[in-house]
C-alpha cells in the first residue's frame, strides 16, 4: 500500500475494503483485486476465501482444528477415534476451500505454496493416525497422493508407504516407490529396497551392497535389528539426525511389524553385516560388534 504498511484482512468486509483500496490504486479490475486481497490474507484467490470453512477467518493457516488435535504429539502416537474424525473434517473441508482445480494445477511442486501446508500437514497426520488403528489400507492411499502431489515428500512419508507396501505383499508397487527414490538413504528407503531385493529373488551381490550402504548411512538400524538398545541422540534444539539412533528408533518402531515377520531374512541380513564386518580393517568401529 501507499503508506508502505502491509494490511491482513480478517473478514470478508475487509477483504472487500482492501479489493477497493488495490483498485483505486492500481487500476486494475474489480476481480482482479479482489484475488490479491485474497492473497494478503493467505488465500491462493477470492475464490479460495469465499470456499473457507464458515468457522474459519481470513488468515495464512486457515486449518486450526488439526494444529489443537495433533500438538507436540507424535505421529506414531495412537489418537482416539473422535480427533481421527475430526481431522478427516479439517481436510475435507480445506480440500473444499483449495478446490479441486488447484489440485489439478498445483500438482507435482504442491507443498511449495504456502497455501497448501496445513492442507498437507493435516493428511500427515490423518494417514498416520489412520495407521495406528488399523487401517493401513486408506493410509497407504494418503501416503500415495501426498507423494504425487509433492514428489520431493518433504514430509518424509515414503518410508512409511514402503513400509506399508511390502507388509501388504505388494512389490510391485513397493518397487515403484522405491525406483522414484533411487540414491535416497534415509532407513526406511534403503532397508526398505534391502528387504523388496530379498523379497524378488534380487542378486545376492545386490542385497550385499545394500547392506554395505546401510552399514555406513544407517548403522543404528542394523543395531536395533540385531536386539541392541539404542539411546536416542536427538533433542528439541537439533531435532532428528540424520544416520542417527533417533532416526533409526523411529523407523524400527514404523517397521516393527513388518520385520517381525521377516525373521530368517533379519537374520540372513545381520549374517551378511557380520561377514562384511570381517573384511574390512579390524581396527574400525565395528557396527554389529561381532
Do not use: C
Not at 526406511?188 to 534391502?194: A, D, H, K, M, V
Request: overall charge negative; cysteine-free.
Amino acid at each position: 500500500m501507499k503508506n508502505g504498511k502491509t494490511i491482513t484482512p480478517t473478514t470478508e468486509e475487509g477483504v472487500k475494503r482492501l479489493a477497493k483500496r488495490i483498485k483505486a490504486e492500481t487500476g486494475i479490475p474489480h476481480a482482479e483485486a479482489l484475488d490479491r486481497a485474497a492473497k494478503q490474507g493467505g488465500f491462493h484467490n477470492y475464490h479460495h476465501f469465499l470456499n473457507r470453512p464458515s468457522d474459519t477467518p481470513a488468515g495464512p493457516f486457515p486449518l486450526q482444528a488439526w494444529r489443537r488435535i495433533t500438538a507436540l504429539a507424535d505421529p506414531l502416537m495412537h489418537l482416539p477415534r473422535k480427533s481421527i474424525k475430526a481431522l478427516e473434517r479439517a481436510v475435507a473441508a480445506e480440500r473444499k476451500a483449495l478446490g479441486e482445480a488447484f489440485f489439478e494445477e498445483e500438482k507435482g511442486y504442491f507443498y511449495g505454496l504456502l497455501e497448501t501446508r496445513d492442507y498437507m500437514r493435516a493428511e500427515y497426520h490423518l494417514a498416520f493416525q489412520l495407521r495406528a488403528d488399523g487401517e493401513a489400507d486408506r493410509a497407504v492411499q494418503i501416503f500415495k497422493q501426498m507423494i504425487e502431489l509433492n514428489p520431493n515428500d518433504n514430509l518424509g512419508v515414503r518410508s512409511a508407504l514402503v513400509t506399508d507396501l511390502l507388509a501388504a505383499n505388494d512389490p510391485d508397487e513397493a518397487g515403484r516407490v522405491l525406483g522414484a527414490f533411487e540414491g535416497d538413504t534415509t532407513p526406511g528407503i534403503l532397508y526398505g529396497r534391502i528387504l523388496h531385493t530379498m523379497l524378488t529373488d534380487g542378486p545376492d551381490a545386490e542385497v550385499e551392497e545394500l547392506i554395505r550402504i546401510g552399514m555406513r548411512f544407517e548403522p543404528h538400524v542394523l543395531k536395533g535389528l540385531a536386539g541392541q538398545t539404542l539411546e536416542e541422540d536427538s533433542n528439541p534444539a537439533s531435532g532428528i539426525i540424520s544416520g542417527g539412533s533417533s532416526e533409526a528408533i523411529a523407523y524400527l518402531v514404523l517397521s516393527r511389524e513388518l520385520w517381525g515377520r521377516h525373521q530368517g531374512r533379519v537374520a540372513r541380513i545381520l549374517e551378511i553385516a557380520a561377514e562384511l564386518e570381517r573384511r574390512v580393517d579390524r581396527s574400525a568401529e565395528p557396527v554389529l560388534g561381532m
